[in-house]
């Protein structure tokens, strides 16, 4: 089976090629990202109106490099997968349309996915990894746990009830005058930086909630800046440091005790998976931390290489090519949905990060 995944809910143009070998094992044929950060960078952050005319502008010629890095074209593709949400509605409306002319013109089935669905389906992908697996799914919409039981059996176990994590790698690069984007440039600042120079808090840390808050962070980090402006390079990486330090701390914390209830769940009989996903997955001290923690637990840590955490189509067309396997398709006149989440009954929560709308 070969997949042909669409991506275009935020700021990246994506096409992929993905599909199984003959023995059945996971297979990424291509995967091409077009970033749009020289159109946003002049307004510090994603400007939907300006991604969706991009995304518009070069989402043929990506598909078209998408099917001939994998040496294949449109008559040997078996599905079509294609974000249709959550995301910034525009670039939504672009991929799904896309797709479904595709299907229509080219009689090709097609799937619409969830975007985080694709996120947290990606360690399938990369090492073969069998459910059930815990994830930390960090990006600049979404902080959550979930216990990935199965296909389509995602269960919210703990969520931001504010700010998500990639919202404070943004946010903080941009007070502290950072390019954009921010997760990258705070983590190239925070490289000469010293870790202990700052104590930042670490909210509802020690209480009985899996649940995270990272908005007092922010709050500290400006409050922090504020009283030693005018800052000099080494504050700047000292900042940064502090804030990778307190971020990955806090989500160690969380991590262990949603480790321990996973464990109650399943025994500790067998190797327990945990998967980080999601842009500020990619962060080298974040990766390392939660390395340490499943040392530390003896559990196994799978954390898909960076550009398979940030935003990409093969975690869409694998998602597809899984739910094809059992049979799915979508119809022509599905429509794309800007708020989606992954655990539909999991409770909301008011106020736990957004995606888009990041200016
Ligand atoms: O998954 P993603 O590409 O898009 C969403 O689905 O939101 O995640 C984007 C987020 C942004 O907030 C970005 O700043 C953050 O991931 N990010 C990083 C790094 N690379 C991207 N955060 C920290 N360190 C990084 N190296
Ligand atoms: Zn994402």
């Known amino acids: 089976m070969r997949i042909l995944g669409i991506e275009t809910s935020c700021d990246e143009t994506a096409a992929a090629v993905v599909g199984r070998d003959r023995r ?17 960078s002049a307004f510090g952050g994603v400007v939907p109106e300006i991604a969706a005319r991009a995304h518009l502008a070069a989402l043929d010629k990506v598909i078209e490099l998408a099917l001939e890095e994998a040496k294949t074209n449109l008559k040997d593709i078996d599905g079509i997968g294609v974000t249709s949400g959550p995301g910034l509605i525009g670039g939504l409306m672009v991929g799904l349309m896309t797709a479904k002319a595709l299907s229509a013109s080219c009689g090709i089935p097609y ?15 990369t090492d073969g990894l069998d459910y059930p697996y815990l994830l930390l799914l960090v990006s600049g919409g979404h902080t959550q746990i979930l216990c990935v039981r199965g296909l389509g059996n995602y269960e919210r176990w703990a969520t931001t009830i504010d700010d998500a994590a990639g919202e404070v790698f943004d946010k903080t690069a941009k007070l502290l005058g950072l390019p954009f984007p921010g997760g990258p440039n705070v983590e190239k600042a925070a490289r000469k930086g010293d870790p202990q120079r700052f104590k930042f808090p670490m909210p509802l840390r020690g209480q009985d909630t899996l649940n995270m808050s990272f908005s007092g962070l922010k709050t500290a980090i400006r409050q922090q800046a504020e009283k030693l402006a005018p800052l000099s390079e080494q504050d700047i990486a000292d900042l940064c440091a502090s804030l990778e330090k307190t971020m990955g701390d806090v989500l160690a914390d969380r991590c262990a005790k949603a480790m321990a209830r996973f464990l109650e769940e399943h025994g500790s009989s067998q190797t327990n998976f945990l998967v980080v996903a999601g842009g500020v997955a990619s962060n080298t001290h974040i990766r390392e931390r939660m390395s340490e923690l499943c040392e530390e637990m003896q559990w196994r840590l799978t954390a898909p290489p960076a550009i398979l955490c940030t935003d990409n189509a093969a975690m869409i067309g694998w998602a597809a090519l899984e739910r094809f396997e059992q049979g799915e398709a979508s119809p022509l006149d599905l429509s794309p949905r800007a708020r989606w989440p992954l655990d539909a009954d999991a409770v909301s929560v008011i106020g736990s990060g957004r995606k888009g709308a990041r200016v």
Do not use: F, M, W
């Open 111 to 125: 799937l619409g996915i969830n975007h985080l669905e694709g996120h947290a389906l990606t360690a399938r992908l």
């Open 24 to 40: 059945g094992k996971p297979l990424l044929c291509s995967n091409v990202v077009l970033s749009q950060i020289d159109e946003h």
